[in-house]
T-cell receptor, first 113, second 113 residues
Framework: GAGVSQSPRYKVAKRGQDVALRCDPI?????LFWYQQALGQGPEFLTY????????KSGLPSDRFFAERPEGSVSTLKIQRTQQEDSAVYLC???????????FGPGTRLLVL | DAKTTQPPSMDCAEGRAANLPCNHS???????VYWYRQIHSQGPQYIIH???NNETNEMASLIITEDRKSSTLILPHATLRDTAVYYC??????????????FGKGTLLTVNP
């Protein structure tokens, strides 16, 4: 079956623009995660959904970051008024059951100019 | 979650075994050791995990010391496609925010022809 997919793969935004990043998890996976990966660093946790409920958003860097998963499948990470420091790779992961592993998508590389 | 320490980089000759060390001296009894890797421009890929016993799968072997304070990931016959950043992660089996994966900077393994 298909893995986790993300779109777009690359996004260039001018500072101040809003962007929306999409994640399609593995079909049937209950849990969905977003991570941010700065250049040369490991991924850092942003937020966690179980079905449509956002159970943890403690990693979101500011109130400009917003994530949703309205029907418990596809998720969108929105960044408002982008800043240069938002430039990073945004990774999505999904998981079937709590003790199972997380499967990652290829990421969206965001560059804010 | 317990902190992990890994060397920043290692080299390995193609066809030889690659042994990647990880220190996790503050690991607690219910915490697993997970290994992921990230090939350039891809999302992290799960490799293997273990609690106390050594584990082996089609990708690698995981050797955990008896005191559980360190572990070694072994790729028995490294190929050029194994060049990647390897992350050692300690994660609780249940409770708290165990759903998060806390990545460090990992070890960049370069397999040379």
């Amino acid at each position: 079956g298909a893995g986790v997919s993300q779109s777009p793969r690359y996004k260039v935004a001018k500072r101040g623009q809003d962007v929306a990043l999409r994640c399609d998890p593995i079909s049937g996976h209950v849990s969905l995660f977003w991570y941010q990966q700065a250049l040369g660093q490991g991924p850092e946790f942003l937020t966690y959904f179980q079905n449509e409920a956002q159970l943890d958003k403690s990693g979101l860097p500011s109130d400009r970051f917003f994530a949703e998963r309205p029907e418990g499948s596809v998720s969108t990470l929105k960044i408002q008024r982008t800043q240069q420091e938002d430039s990073a790779v945004y990774l999505c992961a999904s998981r079937g059951r709590p003790r199972e592993t997380q499967y990652f998508g290829p990421g969206t590389r965001l560059l804010v100019l | 979650d317990a902190k992990t320490t890994q060397p920043p980089s290692m080299d390995c000759a193609e066809g030889r075994a690659a042994n990647l060390p990880c220190n996790h001296s503050t690991i607690s009894g219910n915490e697993y050791v997970y290994w992921y890797r990230q090939i350039h421009s891809q999302g992290p890929q799960y490799i293997i995990h273990g609690l106390k016993n050594n584990e082996t799968n089609e990708m690698a072997s995981l050797i955990i010391t008896e005191d559980r304070k360190s572990s070694t990931l072994i790729l028995p016959h490294a190929t050029l496609r194994d060049t990647a950043v390897y992350y050692c992660i300690v994660r609780a089996a249940s409770g708290g925010s165990n759903y998060k994966l806390t990545f460090g900077k990992g070890t960049l393994l370069t397999v040379n022809p």
